[in-house]
């Protein structure tokens, strides 16, 4: 079945350092990917998507683009701030069950 | 109201007993799913909604998982016998239609079982 794999945390960075978290998927046919963010203590937000192949969304100064060569969907920002603390999942739509599917969560910890 | 709303945001339980739990979703959504974040898995999807009916109930662990969703709006996850690897946070979330993609997330419920 579809699923999405993810890099283990938790990712302890300095500020402003450049940060990747690593999400790869398994799907049939050509799902929409996104990543979803669950600052503390609140509910998981949605922080950007791509739908196709090449699509790069962007939101925040993250940045994700659509490899379907690869089948990855790598989460990316130049400098991280101490803000951006918080606990981020790759998913997918699975167009032919209409739902998403999460991976397990990376945990980011930015420290001054 | 302006987000999902869950209730309780915390729920402590006896081994044994029932539980339920509550989301109320953004007005107007028509899709409502729940998912189960344990630690270390992820999310895990359980159920979902399209108004009132139950299409997809494959991810409910077990016999003792049952959910309702009434008036196309307030839905009800209701574990019964509880045990204590049901402990977990429960995640409800909405959708304006059943194939928007963009999901709405409640801030969940925290199910302790001792």
């Known amino acids: 079945g579809d699923s999405v794999t993810q890099m283990e945390g938790p990712v302890t960075l300095s500020e402003e350092a450049f940060l990747t978290i690593n999400c790869t998927y398994t799907?049939?046919?050509?799902?929409?990917l996104f990543w979803y963010v669950q600052y503390p203590g609140e509910g998981l937000q949605l922080l950007l998507k791509a739908t196709k192949a090449d699509d790069k969304g962007s939101n925040k100064g993250f940045e994700a683009t659509y490899r379907k060569e690869t089948t990855s969907f790598h989460l990316e920002k130049g400098s991280v701030q101490v803000s951006d603390s918080a606990v981020y999942f790759c998913a997918l739509w699975a167009h032919n069950t209409d739902k998403l599917i999460f991976g397990t969560g990376t945990r980011l910890q930015v420290f001054p | 109201g302006a987000g999902v709303s869950q209730s309780p945001s915390n729920k402590v339980t006896e081994k044994g007993k029932d539980v339920e739990l509550r989301c109320d979703p953004i007005?107007?959504?028509?899709?409502l799913y729940w998912y189960r974040q344990s630690l270390g898995q992820g999310l895990e999807f359980l159920i979902y909604?399209?108004?009132?009916?139950?299409?997809?109930k494959s991810g409910l662990p077990s016999d003792r998982f049952s959910a309702e969703r009434t008036g196309g709006s307030v839905s009800t996850l209701t574990i019964q016998r509880t045990q204590q690897e049901d402990s977990a946070v429960y995640l409800c979330?909405?959708?304006?239609?059943?194939?928007?993609?963009?999901?709405?997330f409640g801030s969940g419920t925290q199910l302790s079982v001792l």
């Open positions: 799907a049939t046919g050509y799902p929409s």
């Open positions: 007005s107007g959504h028509t899709a």
């Open positions: 979330a909405s959708s304006p239609s059943q194939v928007d993609e963009k999901l709405f």
């Open positions: 909604f399209q108004g009132n009916s139950a299409p997809d």
